[in-house]
């Protein structure tokens, strides 16, 4: 096995020890919890969470479905970090989130210096936080 796989399952086996465990395509190697803008992720919990906190709501929203999943929708390109806590108040999870644009459906339009991404899914418009640049 090499080394990257065991350092993967070591990851993951450490999360579900937290009582979270998010699907192995949705957090990379660096540690990252990975969600694109405009679409949602299911994070399925081992203990029912009490208190769910996003550290800037303006790059993702997190919403309880029952107290065993969390749906973690992006809305802006950040980053920002969502905490879990238990009744008792004990943390079940403290994850980096990086919210980006699903590369496969954007344009970039490069005048002189200036650089525009456009999502296109299905008509190519600008974000609202890149729009002011």
Avoid at 34 to 47: E, G, S
Avoid at 72 to 99: H, K, P
């Amino acid at each position: 096995m090499s080394r990257m796989p065991r350092f993967l399952l070591a990851c993951l086996s450490l999360l579900s020890t937290t009582g979270f465990a998010p699907a192995a395509h949705a957090q990379g190697a660096d540690g990252l919890l990975r969600v694109y803008m405009n679409q949602a992720r299911v994070l399925k919990l081992d203990r029912p969470v009490a208190k769910v906190i996003i550290g800037n709501a303006e790059v993702a929203d997190a919403t309880v479905a029952d107290p065993t999943t969390i749906v973690l929708t992006g809305r802006s390109f950040g980053t920002t970090n969502l905490v879990l806590l238990d009744a008792a108040g004990d943390a079940i999870a403290d994850e980096r989130i990086l919210v980006s644009i699903d590369e496969g459906n954007t344009m970039r339009v490069y005048r002189q210096t200036e650089r525009t991404v456009l999502s296109c899914t299905p008509a190519c418009e600008q974000n609202a936080r890149t729009a002011s640049n």
